[in-house]
């Protein structure tokens, strides 16, 4: 079935370090979401990109969507300690009859040390 | 904070027993999907509802239902419970047929034992 993978599974950084985490797609989507989890929360929704190729940008954070909407990346500039949490990015399978269905990636664990 | 709500926000039941869990939507949303994350996983889509019908599901057995209410509120039932359903059960609407920008409820956790 279609899977979505995130790397790293774990990120430390220092604060004002920059991060990045990868999310790759075995099988084209229509477009990709990201969420953000902090710890014993519930995910909220930072983005969505449904165009090859599109870049996002909202304040530090940078989304890309690749251009063959395979994959897609979240770079963080000069972190905060606010920016702890759990990234997840969320894709919907192209041309798929459930296009309800949004496939979660592991996500990635961002810690930062002041 | 969205204005979803889930109760009950704790449970815990025991092996073969049956569960139902609440969601109100956000004010305006029509659609609702559920989701099981595990314990260090990403969200797992259960199945979603939009005005009434489901609108699609995940690899989830039959054991796994759902209802939708005029209200676009919505139920998730789960017979014959099993210890790997042990988790935090998500709600999120939205707006819409499909999988557009999703408000998450604070969940509930639920043990099986």
């Known amino acids: 079935g279609q899977q979505v993978m995130q790397i790293p599974q774990y990120q430390h950084v220092q604060e004002g370090e920059d991060f990045t985490t990868y999310c790759n797609s075995s099988?084209?989507?229509?477009?990709i979401q990201w969420y953000k989890q902090r710890p014993g929360g519930h995910p909220v929704f930072l983005i969505q990109?449904?165009?090859?190729?599109e870049v996002k940008k909202q304040k530090r954070l940078t989304f890309q969507f690749g251009e063959a909407k395979k994959n897609s990346s979240l770079h963080i500039t000069a972190t905060q300690t606010t920016d702890v949490g759990t990234y997840f990015c969320?894709?919907?399978?192209?041309?798929?009859?459930?296009?309800?269905?949004?496939?979660f990636g592991q996500g990635t664990i961002l810690t930062v040390h002041p | 904070e969205t204005g979803v709500t889930q109760s009950p926000t704790h449970l815990i039941k025991t092996r073969g027993q049956q569960v139902t869990l609440r969601c109100s939507s956000q004010?305006?949303?029509?659609?609702v999907s559920w989701y099981q994350q595990a314990l260090g996983q990403g969200p797992q889509f259960i199945f979603q509802?939009?005005?009434?019908?489901?609108?699609g599901r995940g690899n989830f057995p039959p054991r796994f239902s759902g209802l939708q209410f005029p209200n676009y509120s919505s139920e998730l039932n789960v017979n014959a419970l099993e210890l790997d359903d042990s988790a935090l059960y998500l709600c999120?609407?939205?707006?819409?047929?499909?999988?557009?920008?999703?408000?998450f409820g604070p969940g509930t956790r639920l043990t099986v034992t």
């Open positions: 004010s305006g949303h029509n659609t």
């Open positions: 999120a609407s939205s707006l819409g047929r499909g999988a557009y920008e999703q408000y």
């Open positions: 099988t084209t989507l229509s477009n």
């Open positions: 509802y939009y005005r009434e019908e489901e609108n």
């Open positions: 969320a894709g919907i399978l192209a041309g798929g009859t459930s296009y309800g269905k949004l496939t």
């Open positions: 990109l449904v165009k090859s190729g």
